[in-house]
């Protein structure tokens, strides 16, 4: 069963910051994973796809790299919209979530 | 437009049945899996299970294997998530969701509350 580690699992930054947050996988995954973000009383929303391809529709500002175990979710400069939970999930048999990281203004 | 429509808020004592749905629009519902996705009050997200809605196969997580059933009436393009004797535990946020490349499409959510 793959787990997967989310960090910082809180971060307070300003707008305008560039934010990074990592995911690290319990063994390989490839590139089978997802980035979503989540607002207070919402659904999630779809981010980032096989680690690197953005959703359409979303801002070019949020980026996704790496592949095997560790992988980033990076903002370049964070808006007051992008202030939400952010959740990783691994794709593959049983798709799990990481724990979330709550991004909160500074 | 892609739409999952899921079904109102539920209060529920335990031990009593439940069942809730999401029904899919504007896309050929039996092309995509759906998963379901519990969300416990101030808690992440946590993946419950999926369906094929073509064949109705299913795929369970560990942790709720045995616990809730998962099935689909591809005739009415409607996924159902139910429970035979609900736990105050079981109170939660359920999400529905379209397997795309990811979990692209989700559902409004079912607060589901079990309460004596």
């Known amino acids: 069963d793959i787990q997967l580690t989310q960090s910082p699992s809180f971060l307070s930054a300003s707008v305008g910051d560039r934010v990074t947050i990592t995911c690290r996988a319990s063994?390989?995954?490839?590139?089978?994973l997802a980035w979503y973000q989540q607002k207070p009383g919402k659904a999630p929303k779809l981010l980032i796809y096989?680690?690197?391809t953005l959703q359409s529709g979303v801002p070019s500002r949020f980026s996704g790299s790496g592949s095997g175990t560790e992988f980033t979710l990076t903002i370049s400069s964070l808006q007051p919209e992008d202030f939400a939970t952010y959740y990783c999930q691994q794709l593959n048999s049983y798709p799990r979530f990481g724990g979330g990281t709550k991004v909160e203004i500074k | 437009e892609v739409q999952l429509v899921q079904s109102g808020a539920e209060v529920k004592k335990p031990g009593e049945s439940l069942r809730i749905s999401c029904k899919g629009s504007g896309y050929s519902f039996t092309s995509y899996w759906i998963s379901w996705v519990r969300q416990m009050p101030g808690k992440g997200l946590e993946w419950m299970g999926r369906?094929?809605?073509?064949?109705?196969?299913?795929n369970y997580s560990p942790s709720f294997q045995g616990h809730v059933t998962i099935s689909a009436d591809k005739s009415i393009s409607t996924a159902y998530l139910q429970w035979s004797s609900l736990k105050a535990s079981d109170t939660a946020m359920y999400y529905c969701a379209r397997r795309g490349a990811a979990l692209d499409y989700w559902g409004q959510g079912t607060l589901v509350t079990v309460s004596s």
């Open positions: 096989a680690a690197s």
């Open positions: 369906i094929d809605p073509s064949d109705s196969y299913t």
């Open positions: 063994q390989g995954i490839s590139s089978y």
